[in-house]
């Protein structure tokens, strides 16, 4: 199957590569500042969580070696989305482990009715929260692969 190449104007890959590069840098800050502290740990986060999964999260927070694997993935996948979002290689596959990530923690903390949490949120939600819009956002950086164009993955002719 051929490859069609993308004509954005230069308004339109101009704002796709600053939403890609934001997200990026959103995930990278995240994932730095989890692996510099050393007493963080996704445990209180998890036992929070509410919804029809929750019984999945907390188990995972409930055992000393998971967490452990739980938050050397959350910390390093976060670094490493970011990495890849912001210099353009493996854009599409940072983008799909960036929506994986983030519908972990939107299933974790579900932005429906009737559910509290422990933890205060910044504003009132229903069914779409951040999270939800950063998944949409991660996305359109899928559907329009911007890396390919300004990023390294025209040097590597990867993420056809």
């Not at 938050?71 to 390093?76: H, I, K, R």
Request: glycine share 10%; charged share 15%.
């Amino acid at each position: 199957m051929a490859v069609k190449e993308q004509n954005y104007s230069g308004c339109q890959l101009t704002w796709l590569v600053l939403l890609r590069v934001a997200i990026g840098w959103h995930f990278l800050y995240e994932g730095i500042i989890k692996i510099i502290n050393p007493s963080w740990t996704s445990l209180a986060y998890l036992m929070d969580s509410k919804g029809f999964m929750a019984g999945f999260f907390t188990t995972l927070a409930e055992n000393d070696g998971v967490l452990k694997i739980v938050d050397f993935c959350n910390e390093w996948g976060l670094f490493l989305i970011g990495l890849g979002l912001v210099l353009g290689i493996f854009t599409k596959l940072s983008a799909y482990a960036g929506i994986l990530l983030v519908s972990l923690y939107y299933l974790s903390h579900p932005p429906f009715l009737g559910i509290e949490f422990a933890f205060p949120t910044e504003g009132n939600y229903l069914i779409v929260d951040k999270n939800l819009v950063e998944i949409l956002a991660l996305a359109v950086t899928i559907v329009f692969p911007t890396g390919r164009i300004i990023g390294l993955d025209r040097f590597f002719r990867i993420n056809k």
